[in-house]
């Protein structure tokens, strides 16, 4: 999404749709084998991936789910790359995603989170993503899209993290960031308190 597009009335709009519209169900799979994260044609996607306008939450997430349905509709909203749940699992490293899907708690997660990065194969793809995007030197918003977040049920609202005016070297960085706060206390705390069973999920992120 880029920064200059994406005004309060836009995001406003695409909060309020996905409340309404979208129930977005607590959904894990495995890491992905080597041969699907070298293939698997899922893990970013743009309006014109035929996975945008089934806008299905599972795959991007709450937020970009509701704004793929308003984007292919014809209705104004801005373009967007997603790295999605399945793309997420493939950026992180096998061992420590069989590490995270073990954690008990906050702590735990912090610790195995703090090794992670973007796999080179999908943050080459997403720059190039970006490039398509957006002019050289455009900045841009990257947000948070948990499967259970903006849902029917389940706003989530403050819980991820988001990060505005970055340029496109940082991105990257930013979208491992956001797949960080998924673990937060807070967001285990959230999850008690709304009676959510299972532990957070890597989500998606709308850039």
Same mark, same amino acid.
């Given at each position: 999404?880029?920064?200059?597009?994406?005004?309060?009335?836009?995001?406003?709009?695409?909060?309020?749709?996905?409340?309404?519209?979208?129930?977005?169900?607590?959904?894990?799979?495995?890491?992905?084998?080597?041969?699907?994260?070298?293939?698997?044609?899922?893990? !970013?996607?743009?309006?014109?991936?035929?996975?945008?306008?089934?806008?299905?939450?599972?795959?991007?997430?709450?937020?970009?789910?509701?704004?793929?349905?308003?984007?292919?509709?014809?209705?104004?909203?801005?373009?967007?790359? $997603?790295?999605?749940?399945?793309?997420?699992? &493939?950026?992180?490293?096998? &061992?420590?995603?069989?590490? !995270?899907?073990?954690?008990? +708690?906050?702590?735990?997660?912090?610790?195995?989170?703090?090794?992670?990065?973007?796999?080179?194969?999908?943050?080459?793809?997403?720059?190039?993503?970006?490039?398509?995007?957006?002019?050289?030197?455009?900045?841009?918003?990257?947000?948070?899209?948990?499967? +259970?977040?903006?849902?029917?049920?389940?706003?989530?609202?403050?819980?991820?993290?988001?990060?505005?005016?970055?340029?496109? &070297?940082? $991105?990257?960085?930013?979208?491992?960031?956001?797949?960080?706060?998924?673990?937060?206390?807070?967001?285990?705390?959230?999850?008690?308190?709304?009676?959510?069973?299972?532990?957070?999920?890597?989500?998606?992120?709308?850039?």
């Amino acid at each position: 999404m880029r920064l200059l597009q994406c005004g309060l009335v836009t995001l406003r709009v695409c909060y309020n749709v996905s409340m309404t519209t979208i129930t977005t169900p607590s959904h894990q799979l495995p890491h992905p084998s080597n041969a699907t994260i070298s293939s698997n044609a899922e893990n !970013l996607v743009t309006p014109e991936h035929p996975a945008a306008e089934k806008g299905d939450a599972r795959l991007l997430g709450g937020k970009a789910a509701a704004l793929a349905r308003l984007y292919a509709a014809g209705l104004p909203a801005p373009s967007y790359v $997603v790295v999605t749940t399945v793309g997420a699992r &493939a950026a992180i490293d096998g &061992a420590l995603w069989q590490q !995270l899907v073990a954690v008990k +708690d906050a702590a735990e997660a912090a610790a195995i989170l703090a090794q992670a990065s973007m796999s080179p194969q999908i943050g080459m793809a997403l720059e190039a993503a970006l490039m398509n995007l957006a002019p050289a030197g455009s900045r841009f918003a990257v947000r948070s899209s948990a499967v +259970d977040e903006d849902g029917s049920g389940n706003s989530f609202a403050g819980q991820l993290a988001s990060f505005l005016n970055v340029p496109t &070297a940082e $991105v990257a960085a930013r979208v491992v960031d956001v797949w960080r706060s998924a673990y937060r206390p807070s967001v285990y705390a959230y999850r008690r308190e709304r009676g959510l069973a299972g532990p957070p999920q890597l989500p998606a992120v709308l850039i």
